[in-house]
């Protein structure tokens, strides 16, 4: 399969974007660099293409029903206008994927899904909505999407629209609205640890949106943002990446997101196995770690306890913010603690870290 | 792109300052603007020995771990201890202050291997493998 461009890959390449593949994409990686990007948008903001995302639309008199038994997070508990976080799971509490649920209103979800997981997510959908009064609709190609990050992101903003957005709370929605004249739907989410924005908009309308976007944000430092910032702030953040952190042989309590996982509701994909590991604890877990000892610890690395391999790093990076070498590693449970110290396999050597908490990186404020 | 014309290079994209039998190496600009921002450099213990093609070193940047292969054979004398705590320096003086290590040849011979400024340029023209 050759790898697919976003309608702002034109883009992309202006701004001096390093393009790489990912998830059967053609993204820019970075554009003036990784660690300059990621400072952008911690301390100001950037502005990213995450066009690459998957959109499926929920409708039917049995779309809450449906949504319930599919994901594990409680879609009954939103308003319309809510977005919720939300894993996916199989039966035996894998994870099928991780997502984001907009309710349109009781009858009708809007679901954004990771890039990587479009076509098995769509199967899944599918084949689970057998007996539901549902209607799905895949509207990945024809949905662009922008994400404004960073503590400036709403003083852009208010640039762009007379809505009054910086009245939207973190995880609310508004369906339509016009920003720089284009009608967009914008939530209070993202996937970076700061405030910010995500645009869905016309995909011939999402350069446009881009440029306007960035000329608004150029008095505040604003920055174009590659994948690879993408990756450490939700990294510092301890926000799960599918593939990494979530798998299908990750549950989402392993993951350490089990306030996603509604065990209240009625029954769901999965709940038998996640309620278990609920209450008696899973077997094995992601912890957070530092490196004590000089290295980057990368995903797949061995963790080495007493000589024995107790776990492999999911996702290792130096941080940015924190500026120290951090980690995110699925180990047994009991290894888990904060506090305990295990090793890291680098290149045959072993290279001391210690479990340190979770998230690593929290913004100040709200 | 910056390539000085009075060091030789390797296809791998180090570069090598000749000094008598002893030779500084280090990564090209070509090399570390593929790499973007370096933030760890592994660097080997002073007496190691190595040999052409053979990596001696890791340089990380914050997506990428890459091998650095020694572009000739011989005996480790000097490591550039200052790359431990900035390694940026790689990125901000590739030819300069970010050498990685001074090494004592084995085989002078080996030299003309390398390639001069002008080849490298070529080879960089040619898409950089």
């Known amino acids: 399969m050759t790898a697919m461009k976003t309608p702002l890959y034109e883009t992309h390449l202006k701004y001096g974007g390093k393009i790489v593949e990912f998830g059967g994409w053609l993204l820019p990686v970075q554009y003036a660099g990784i660690l300059e990007e990621h400072k952008a948008v911690r301390e100001k903001a950037g502005l990213f293409d995450v066009s690459h995302m998957g959109e499926v639309l929920v409708k039917g008199l049995d779309a809450l029903a449906f949504l319930q038994k599919v994901v594990t997070n409680d879609v009954a508990a939103m308003t319309d206008h809510k977005a919720q976080y939300t894993p996916m799971c199989y039966p035996d509490g894998g994870t099928v994927d991780d997502l984001l649920i907009y309710r349109r209103s009781m009858n009708e979800y809007f679901l954004v899904i990771n890039a990587a997981n479009i076509e098995k997510d769509w199967q899944w959908l599918q084949e689970n909505s057998a007996g539901f009064a549902v209607e799905l609709t895949n509207l990945s190609a024809e949905t662009a999407e922008l994400a404004l990050q960073g503590p400036l992101a709403e003083t852009i903003l208010r640039t762009l629209t007379e809505v009054p957005v910086e009245q939207l709370g973190y995880y609310w929605f508004i369906p339509e609205l016009l920003v720089a004249g284009k009608k967009v739907m914008l939530s209070r989410t993202g996937y970076t640890g700061e405030d910010g924005f995500e645009f869905y908009c016309r995909p011939d309308e999402a350069a446009f949106l881009w440029e306007a976007i960035m000329e608004a944000g150029k008095p505040y430092g604003l920055m174009p943002a590659g994948l690879g910032c993408r990756d450490t702030l939700r990294f510092e953040a301890a926000l799960p990446l599918y593939g990494h952190e979530l798998s299908a042989t990750i549950t989402p309590i392993e993951a350490g997101i089990g306030k996603f996982v509604a065990l209240d509701k009625e029954d769901f994909n999965g709940r038998a196995v996640l309620a278990e590991q609920k209450q008696n604890g899973p077997r094995r877990k992601i912890a957070g770690f530092v490196l004590t000892g000089r290295g980057i610890a990368r995903a797949g690395y061995p963790v080495i306890y007493e000589g024995r391999q107790i776990g492999t790093v999911t996702t290792g990076s130096y941080a940015p913010t924190l500026e120290q070498n951090i980690g995110l590693a699925l180990v047994e449970a009991e290894y888990a603690g904060v506090g305990q110290t295990f090793a890291v396999e680098i290149r045959g050597k072993h290279i001391p870290a210690e479990v340190i908490k979770k998230p690593f990186y929290h913004r100040k404020g709200k | ?129």
């Open chain 2, 1 to 129: 792109m910056n390539i000085p014309q009075e060091l030789k290079y390797s296809k791998d994209h180090e570069w090598v300052r000749i000094d008598g039998n002893r030779v500084t190496v280090g990564i090209t600009d070509y090399a570390q603007a593929q790499l973007g921002d370096v933030v760890f450099v592994e660097l080997p213990e002073p007496g190691t020995e190595v040999s052409t093609g053979a990596g001696f070193s890791v340089v990380e940047s914050v997506k990428a771990v890459s091998d650095i292969y020694a572009p000739v054979s011989g005996t480790v004398l000097e490591v550039n201890e200052a790359l431990a705590d900035a390694p940026e320096i790689v990125n901000q003086s590739p030819y300069e202050d970010g050498w990685i290590v001074v090494i004592e040849l084995a085989d002078e011979a080996e030299l003309d291997e390398l390639l001069d400024s002008e080849a490298y340029e070529e080879l960089l023209a040619e898409g950089g493998q």
